[in-house]
């Protein structure tokens, strides 16, 4: 059990439709990261934030957002939903954001939009 | 801009064989490089990391890797291994600056122990 929890663990879903995946990072981490997995573009880094701000983008569409509030957590929300978006969506935490750190990973959130 | 490969996508080994997963990067610049493992229907953990010094990075599970600058390898091996040690392997390096980076993980290499 690394510490990051995700909710939900299952989330199904039609087309066009909006969804919220919610990320609580390890106690003292300030850094939360959100990755998709998918069998054809493998892991993708979506965005990191550190301590309520963001501080990096990697392919993440302008469909997707995500903010981290004032008590850490963090949620990534995916609107007008395609069949494509079907995915493991991983969140990972860091303690301090920075290139040296361990990220540590929670379950995922697999999505399934039909 | 910075990338990994993992050339094997499935590498099958029977147990208390030792093993080689290989992970090769480009970059022109100073590199952090991780291994992390992925067991059937959970998140990654890592494995090891390099970040400075000693080439030859040991990690949990016997795990170990070398990091060879002249020719951009990052290799993962362990000398014997276990039915428990079937997952998947991603190699990944930091892209970016302290502050605002970001992981490339190369596409992962299935490790399949035989009995």
């Keep these: 059990d690394s510490g990051v929890t995700q909710t939900?663990?299952?989330?199904?879903?039609?087309?066009g439709q909006r969804v919220t995946l919610r990320c609580s990072p390890r106690s003292g981490d300030l850094s939360v990261y959100w990755y998709q997995q998918s069998l054809d573009q493998g892991l993708q880094f979506l965005i990191q934030?550190?301590?309520g701000e963001e501080r990096a983008k990697g392919?993440?569409?302008?469909r997707f957002s995500a903010q981290q509030f004032p008590d850490l957590h963090s949620e990534l929300n995916l609107s007008s939903l395609e069949l494509g978006d079907s995915a493991l969506y991983f969140c990972a935490s860091s303690v301090d954001g920075i290139r040296t750190d361990t990220q540590y990973f929670g379950p995922g959130t697999r999505l399934t939009v039909l | 801009a910075q990338s990994v490969t993992q050339l094997d996508s499935?590498?099958?080994?029977?147990?208390?064989a030792p093993v080689e997963l290989r992970c090769n990067y480009s970059s022109s610049v100073s590199v952090y490089l991780f291994w992390y493992v992925q067991y059937p229907n959970q998140g990654l953990q890592l494995l090891l990391k390099y970040l400075?010094?000693?080439?030859l990075?040991?990690?949990i599970n016997g795990f170990e890797a070398e990091f060879n600058k002249s020719q951009t390898s990052f290799h993962l091996r362990k000398p014997s291994v276990h039915?428990?040690?079937t997952a998947e392997y991603f190699c990944a390096v930091t892209q970016g600056t302290s502050g605002t980076y970001k992981y490339i993980f190369g596409?992962?290499?299935?490790?399949?122990v035989l009995a």
Excluded: C, M, W
Aim: overall charge neutral.
């Design chain 1, 59 to 62: 392919n993440i569409l302008e």
């Design chain 1, 49 to 51: 934030y550190y301590n």
């Design chain 2, 52 to 55: 400075s010094g000693s080439t």
């Design chain 2, 57 to 59: 990075v040991k990690g």
């Design chain 2, 10 to 16: 499935q590498v099958p080994v029977f147990e208390e």
């Design chain 2, 83 to 85: 039915i428990s040690d």
């Design chain 2, 107 to 112: 596409t992962g290499t299935r490790l399949k």
């Design chain 1, 8 to 15: 939900p663990k299952h989330l199904i879903t039609a087309t």
